[in-house]
């Protein structure tokens, strides 16, 4: 049976009432000239869902094409959504860092604001702060954490600087510690983390889902090169359905309803990322079955501490 992809509309609606486009387009490793360029042709393609975050330096280069598109399509802001991302070593003033993304942006708001990491580094107006010995200079635990962050991040979204606010590469025991704390008084509207094929989450999907929490799948093709895209099982569904593998994964994550973030500055990928099939049950339980033979984390940064472990407190 080959099916035809079409454009995915389809959208989810956040904790806060607010509705999201179930694909985003991801923006880590587009340097600036092609960053512009490939927020440009997504959005003419129908994206209305773009991520960035402070660390990938290209925030400039979102907000001139997010610009450029509204004068050149005459729609208005409140039909596109625009996340950043709070970086590390700016944690323990949100205000100040958001207010700078957004005039980078040259937003008023954004649609969502992520607390990047749970990990609190130093702020020395270095984006990875480093000890005499090299490592990356980290707060510990008990000086500052990410719950501190997140008492401040609610602060923003009640003055409407976001319109959301939520977590990315949080597990179950922190997402668990975080909102037994008092003060916490906002549920996270999503939480951002790597799934695909090799890594598909399922206790943390499940979990998320409980709390009203919607997710989002970051390196929904496996990050860099892509190397989903030669996996056997998600070939031959690509040959069944008459599309690309990379269309099996991200039709695969948008049938969770979860919300996949494929980053591509190829206007072609980039169109053909939007378009989706209908998976029969039956292949959805197959790409589920895919981490039977490949488990693999990709995004695996080395702080010197430990980020998915089981502990609450790094
Ligand atoms: N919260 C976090 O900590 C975090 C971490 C990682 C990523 N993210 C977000 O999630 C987004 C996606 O993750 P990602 O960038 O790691 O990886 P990804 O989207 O899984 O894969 C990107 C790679 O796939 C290639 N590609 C894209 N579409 C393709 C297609 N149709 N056929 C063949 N190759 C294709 C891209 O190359 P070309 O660009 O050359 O086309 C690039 O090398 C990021 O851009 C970022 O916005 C967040």
Known sequence: MAAAAKISTKTLKLNTGAT????GLGTWQSPDEECYSAVLSAL??????IDTARIYQNEEAVGKAVAQY???SGTSRDKLFITTKLWCSEVQDPEKALKES?????????DLYLMHWPVSMVNRGDLFPKTASGTTEIIPFD???????????QKLYKAGLTKAIG???????KIDYLLAQSGVDVVPACLQ???HPYLPQFDLVDYCTKKGILVECYSPLGS???PLLKDPALIKLGEKYGVSPACIAISWAVARDTIPLPKSVHEERIVSNLKVVDLADEDISLVDAVSKTTAKRLVKPEWGVDIFGDSAKL
């Open 143 to 153: 000086k500052w954490n990410y719950v501190e962050t997140y008492k401040i991040m």
């Open 20 to 23: 999201i486009p179930v694909i």
């Open 70 to 72: 509204l004068k050149e």
């Open 224 to 226: 860099t090169g892509a």
């Open 193 to 195: 983390v790597e799934i």
């Open 102 to 110: 957004l005039e980078r942006l040259n937003l008023e708001y954004v």
């Open 44 to 49: 003419h393609a129908g994206y209305r869902h």
């Open 167 to 173: 977590i990315s590469n949080f597990n179950i025991p």
